[in-house]
Structures are given as C-alpha cells and as structure tokens.
C-alpha cells in the first residue's frame, strides 16, 4: 500500500532506471511511487519483467504509467497490472473497472483520468481509447465523476492537462468535491517547484484527504533523462512546510 508523509501526502515522479528509482525512493523515506511508464516497451512482457526489477528495489511502490494520459495505453496498462503488484496504478477513466477486476495487487491505488473543461465544477470523463475521439466530451458533475469512480473500483481523480495553475479556477472545484466526498486527488500536468506549494495548499485547505502530486519533466535532467534526487527532496521540504 501507498505510504502517505503525514497521511496526507504521496509524491509521484518518473525514473528511467531502477537505480534512479531507487534513489527516489530513499530520498522520500518511501512517501513516493515512481512512475515506469508503459509507453517505454514494445511489449507486455518486456514492460512485466522490466517492471518487477523496479518492484524489487522500492517494495512494489511502482506507478504504471500511461505516458502523458495517452488513452492507447490503456489497455497495455491494465495488462501489465494483471502481473506487476505495483502499488499504483495510472488510468483513463473508462478503464478503471477492467485494471480493478485484473490486477495482481488487491491494495492498488488506482486513479481514473478526467480532464479540465473550461467550466469550474465539470470535468471531462471521455478520456478512454475511442471516447476521446468523440466528436462532443463527455462532460459531467465533478460529484457525479467521483461517484461514477467508486462504483469502478477507482481511488482517486487524476486531474489532467492542468497546465499548472492556469487552470486554478477548475482545480479548487475538484478539490472542494473530493474534499467533501472524502475521496483523493492526484494534480496532474505543469507542476514545478515554484507552484507545487501552492497547489498542495489549495489541496489541503479545501480539506482533500489525500494528495499525490504528479512532477514529471521540471525535474528531470535533460542530460541523463532521471529525476533529480534534489530536487526530490526539495520537493519532500514542501511537504513538510504545507503540513506543518
């Protein structure tokens, strides 16, 4: 099971290899699920084996990751989930039910991807393989979204594109339901260290239960391709000022 600093909060970034993840998850006690993202293999199989070698090293605190919320991965996700025991699982939201009924890991932490639709309250739920195609979204009640995500078996909101706080109006909204529905929030999209403080105060003031914030490529060296260690822990200094 996730472990969340303070019960409220658990990091969520990516590493390129098992000594980078590794790395990661010293540098957060733990308080962390490193991303592996699906869309790195040509194969099950080769993501299943890959994947288990990181679960060796950070005691199956691995994220399944689509790979920038592309619905073609869902499949292949839900797929590997069935053979992984990560801890945490990245989903589109039409897809939650089948990762729930197949995967290997009763306790997994599964989110379902909605995205902002320009209307503070509503979001975005057609997120799947051939939904997203659509020609209208399908555009719901944030509350109905959250209801319609326990009914599949799913943990929490994945709110993506956030584009960082360009979308902060949408955001208070989602964290004001989850807030009230007692259900967990996963910011997603264009965060950094200089918004993250903001966005998880905004989290935990509305009363969000728990957070797990997604900081993919603002921390990442684009000469080696893994996550900075310092800034991890910059990040894990954040956590300790917004839960003080």
């Known amino acids: 099971m996730l472990k969340f600093y303070k019960n409220k909060l658990c990091l969520n970034v990516l590493a390129n290899s098992v000594e980078n993840a590794k790395a990661i998850y010293e540098a957060c006690d733990g308080h962390v699920c490193v991303g592996v993202l699906s869309?790195?293999?040509?194969?099950?199989?080769?993501?299943?084996?890959?994947?288990?070698?990181?679960?060796?090293?950070?005691?199956?605190n691995v994220s399944i990751g689509l790979g920038g919320g592309n619905p073609k991965q869902a499949d292949m996700v839900w797929r590997i989930g069935a053979h992984v025991p990560a801890t945490h699982i990245n989903q589109v939201f039409t897809s939650v039910s089948a990762?729930?009924?197949?995967?290997?890991?009763?306790?997994?932490?599964?989110?379902?991807?909605?995205?902002?639709?320009?209307?503070?309250?509503?979001?975005?739920?057609?997120?799947?393989?051939?939904a997203s195609r659509a020609q209208k979204p399908a555009i719901v009640c944030i509350e109905t979204a959250i209801a319609m995500i326990q009914d599949m078996g799913g943990n929490s909101i994945k709110f993506f594109p956030m584009k960082g706080l360009s979308t902060k109006d949408e955001y208070i909204a989602v964290c004001e339901a989850c807030a009230k529905h007692k259900f967990a929030l996963e910011p997603t999209g264009g965060l950094d260290l200089d918004n993250l403080e903001e966005v998880l105060r905004i989290a935990l003031d509305a009363g969000v239960p728990k957070i797990i914030p997604h900081v993919y490529s603002s921390i990442i060296d684009q000469e080696s391709g893994s996550t900075k260690i310092n800034d991890v822990q910059t990040i894990m200094n954040i956590f300790d000022a917004v839960t003080e």
């Open 39 to 60: 869309s790195n293999y040509d194969s099950i199989e080769e993501a299943v084996n890959d994947m288990l070698q990181y679960c060796d090293v950070i005691n199956n």
């Open 99 to 130: 990762t729930r009924a197949t995967c290997i890991n009763e306790h997994a932490h599964i989110n379902a991807l909605v995205s902002p639709s320009g209307t503070p309250g509503k979001v975005i739920i057609s997120t799947g393989a051939n």
